[in-house]
């Protein structure tokens, strides 16, 4: 086997995203026992009761189940889009960067990347006015929609306040767009602002939120809007390949899932514990607002492999290295990696 005398013996550590987390036996139980029918045909128990209470949290009519976050922007963006159409979106923002640009291929929006000139990952409402407040010309783009990602993974997680969130859906409004959440980490954005997540889906027409992130499900997302949107959400669903039988075994998992989100706020502390050590092994490292940290260095490919090398498990994003903090690691296991690359260097 080929071998590096310099790799570590030790427990790995994984930082590498919250997606990571694997279900624990009381979600295997549930799994395991769950109520299912073939959710194609008639409707399966299970998955009806996640839907039911998503939609609840998110204060929206319906809600839908679906296996990616991806899947669930891609639908969300393909009903609001037609072909042609201009949308905005912060730059970094995942439904830009990390979906194989589906937005553009297969949802057909032209993609309009926005400065954060209101903070990291955030845009301004006046931002929006500039491109989206007059009439197009004869061979301008018409703009229909903005995409708000809350938080913003590759701005570091950070959270919207949401009485900028409420100037960002007046100004979408006033130009007439229609507004969609991608809030894949929505649940980490409504417990460091301490509001229920409903409070951060108001003036949305559609939402997407994971249960696979920090919340540990293995599988699942849920994009929610109108009892029309969701209805035609799952002829979308179908379209691509995302129907699925006895899915009640998935969204089982996803209803334990939803117990867990008061739990992110140790994420939270872990990811502050993690950002002050690193600062005073002398990295540079903003405050997180959430789970994620980032981390400036001279050489990420490096700094990423020297710290693969103590164990620990890192990855590239945005320029930076990223650390994310989840269920499955612990303060003793930040202290624990602090240890390791204080040793080190
Ligand atoms: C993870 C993530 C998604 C969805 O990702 P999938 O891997 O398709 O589940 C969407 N948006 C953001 C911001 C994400 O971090």
Redesign the pocket.
């Known amino acids: 086997m080929w071998c590096d005398p310099t790799v570590t013996q030790q427990p790995l550590l994984d930082f590498r995203s919250d997606?990571v987390t694997k279900p624990d036996e009381a979600m295997r139980a549930a799994m395991a026992s769950a109520e299912v029918a073939d959710d194609v045909l008639e409707r399966d128990p299970t998955m009806h009761a996640l839907e039911e209470r998503v939609a609840g949290l998110l204060n929206t009519e319906a809600a839908l189940w679906v296996p990616?976050?991806?899947?669930?922007?891609l639908i969300a963006l393909f009903l609001h889009l037609r072909r042609g159409d201009r949308f905005l979106a912060a730059h970094g923002?995942?439904?830009l960067d990390?979906?194989l640009g589906t937005a553009a291929w297969i949802a057909g929006g032209m993609p309009h990347p926005m400065d954060w000139d209101a903070g990291p990952g955030r845009m301004s409402a006046a931002a929006i006015h500039d491109i989206a407040g007059s009439e197009p010309s004869y061979h301008g783009l018409n703009t229909t929609l903005l995409s708000l990602?809350n938080t913003?993974?590759a701005a570091g997680g950070t959270v919207m306040p949401l009485e900028e969130h409420m100037q960002l859906i007046a100004a979408a409004r006033e130009c007439r767009l229609r507004v969609h959440l991608?809030g894949?980490?929505l649940w980490n954005a409504s417990v460091a602002l301490g509001v229920a997540p409903s409070e951060l889906t108001v003036g949305v027409d559609t939402v997407?939120v994971?249960l696979?992130?920090g919340l540990g499900a293995p599988v699942g997302?849920v994009v929610a809007g109108t009892e029309d949107f969701v209805t035609e959400a799952r002829r979308v669903r179908k379209m691509l390949g995302g129907g699925v039988r006895q899915g009640g075994i998935l969204a089982a998992a996803g209803l334990i899932a939803l117990d867990r989100v008061d739990a992110l706020a140790d994420d939270h502390v872990n990811a502050k514990l993690l950002a002050e050590g690193l600062n005073e092994l002398g990295w540079s490292v903003r405050e997180p607002e959430t789970n994620i940290v980032l981390a400036a260095v001279p050489d990420v490919r490096n700094a990423v492999k020297m710290l693969g090398r103590l164990g620990i498990q890192t990855g590239p994003m945005a320029g930076q290295v990223r650390f994310v903090t989840h269920r499955d690691v612990s303060t003793a296991d930040v202290k624990e990696t602090l240890h390791r690359i204080g040793s080190a260097s």
């Open positions: 997606t990616s976050g991806s899947m669930g922007n923002s995942h439904v990390n979906e990602e913003h993974n991608d894949a980490r997407q994971c696979s992130k997302s």
